[in-house]
């Protein structure tokens, strides 16, 4: 991000002119496009409002902007030699596409972030930099040799990863599977883009727990799906609702996160995943089983997935070593069918032509290693002390006011406060005192829930983003 040089020769106005006449003639801001008020460009920069108007005027003096009372401050439609007509309108194509969008109150705590790296960051979902391996990825890379290779490896994933793989999920997870049955991803979220994309039509029913993270994926509406809910409870959704959907909307397929589930921090119970699975099969309903968190059981024993209670072959599973290790490895796995891996390895390899080889050997590598299990232990030692850091925080600076019940796992407190307030100006009030948190409602709840990330702030920043969270909150019940 652009900074203005505060200790140059060059006034702060005239940088802050230059720049944006630079963005205007790289098309950033075509001709006619609305630049930002002086009000927030000055929030944004950090310099006085008057700045900001200074450097509007030498804009205006050179005929690049116009600004008209009521209308904000535009560019010039005929400067550099162009007109309209001859110029794409691309806040037209920003707004078309079948590809839509994050949801506004996503898009504004990632604005908020950028613009304010020292905010206390309880909304992103990845560990933090000191719960990553580093030191042992470190090692590995400097005593391992890698491939000499470096042109397009296999569309469906390195082979010595899809190896280490099929020892790993069985070894922790309890699944027997073959490397013909793995599909490499570059995470998650790439692994639920090629089921939508490529395993369901538009106007297709599914169902999702309620609330959800498939709620907040803007990537259901644009495959053109219709989504149901199923609501849950402390023991997860109740499979019978399956059942009533099914026959109500013939839906068809069922994504859930039945492990530590993101938002809630809730466990599918051992009964009700049997009762689950009873219902897949007797409907030939494919379940997609998002597992990125199980292996954080803070006490070591987290519950057998479904998949590897499947007898039926009705599971989709998926995993990540985002929430285990390091997201910007970027590698993700799905176990499916070989049908269904070879139909998504092929629109995979037509979107990219397949991951990055060296990240896919170094996260084989890493699995095979004795570093592996240390890294598990401290890590889920780490997350639990940050929980309780937490809950501590909570109980002190919003005492009677907010209800949670304490997860056994995962990155995530889910937390529902006693009296409503709008969700946006929480959100608002809190930045404004140093901190950022999910909205509920981003997961498909009412307002007056919130989620609260403790795996990426460092523990001694806790109490203090719960501070400003409970000013903020205080300041909108007076």
């Known amino acids: 991000m652009w900074k203005l040089d505060r200790d140059g020769k060059r006034a702060l106005y005239q940088q802050i002119a230059d720049h944006l006449e630079q963005r205007i003639s790289y098309g950033e801001f075509p001709p006619g496009s609305l630049l930002p008020s002086e009000r927030k460009l000055a929030e944004q920069l950090g310099v006085n409002r008057s700045t900001v108007v200074m450097a509007f005027a030498e804009l205006r003096s050179l005929g690049i902007i116009d600004s008209r009372t009521g209308s904000g401050t535009r560019v010039s439609a005929t400067k550099w030699g162009a ?32 613009q304010q790296p020292a905010l206390i960051d309880f909304a992103s979902g990845e560990l933090a930099a000191d719960l990553a391996p580093t030191e042992e990825i470190a090692k590995l890379m400097s005593t391992h040799e890698y491939t000499s290779y470096l042109g397009y490896d296999n569309p469906q ?22 490397e013909s049955s793995i599909l ?6 790439q692994s639920l883009y090629l089921i939508t994309q490529c395993l369901l039509s538009p106007g297709d029913a599914v169902a999702i727990e309620d609330p959800s993270y498939c709620y907040s994926l803007p990537m259901f509406q644009s495959a053109g799906l219709r989504l149901f809910r199923l609501p849950a409870d402390a023991e997860g959704i109740e499979p019978e609702d399956i059942r009533t959907l099914f026959k109500q909307h013939r839906i068809k397929m069922v994504f859930l996160n039945p492990t530590f589930q993101n938002p809630t921090g809730t466990v599918l119970s051992d009964e009700r995943r049997r009762q689950l699975l009873a219902a897949a099969s007797e409907l030939r309903l494919p379940v997609v089983e998002d597992d990125p968190f199980s292996l954080t059981a803070y006490d070591g024993n987290p519950p057998l997935p ?39 390895a092929d629109a995979r390899q037509q979107m990219d032509f397949g991951l990055s080889v060296i990240p896919q050997q170094v996260a084989g590598q890493f699995l095979q290693s004795p570093f592996f299990e240390p890294h598990l232990d401290r890590l889920r030692m780490e997350l639990r002390f ?68 403790f795996a990426r702030p460092r523990t001694e920043e806790i109490e203090q983003g719960i501070s400003a969270f409970s000013q903020a909150l205080r300041l909108l019940q007076e």
């Open 157 to 178: 994933g390195s082979m010595p990863l899809r190896q280490a793989l099929v020892g790993y999920l069985e070894k922790y997870r309890g699944i027997r599977t073959t």
């Open 184 to 189: 490499i991803t570059s995470g998650s979220q």
């Open 306 to 344: 479904l998949k590897a209670m499947d007898t039926a072959g009705s599971i989709l599973y998926i995993g990540s070593f985002s929430k285990i290790a390091a997201s910007g490895l970027r590698i993700g796995w799905m176990v499916a069918p070989r049908s269904i891996v070879e139909r998504l």
């Open 386 to 453: 940050k929980r309780d850091i937490l809950i501590e925080a909570l109980n002190k600076e919003l005492p009677g006011m907010i209800r949670y019940n304490a997860p056994n796992g995962g990155l995530h407190l889910w937390c529902r406060l006693n009296s409503a307030v709008q969700d946006g100006k929480l959100l608002e009030e809190t930045i404004k005192r140093g901190a950022v948190f999910v909205p509920g409602s981003v997961y498909g709840s009412d307002s007056g829930f919130v989620r609260f990330t």
């Open 83 to 114: 007109t309209p007509r001859h110029t794409p309108n691309w806040s037209r194509y920003t707004e078309g596409g079948q590809f839509l969008p994050n949801l506004p109150f996503m898009r504004r705590i990632r604005e908020a972030l950028i």
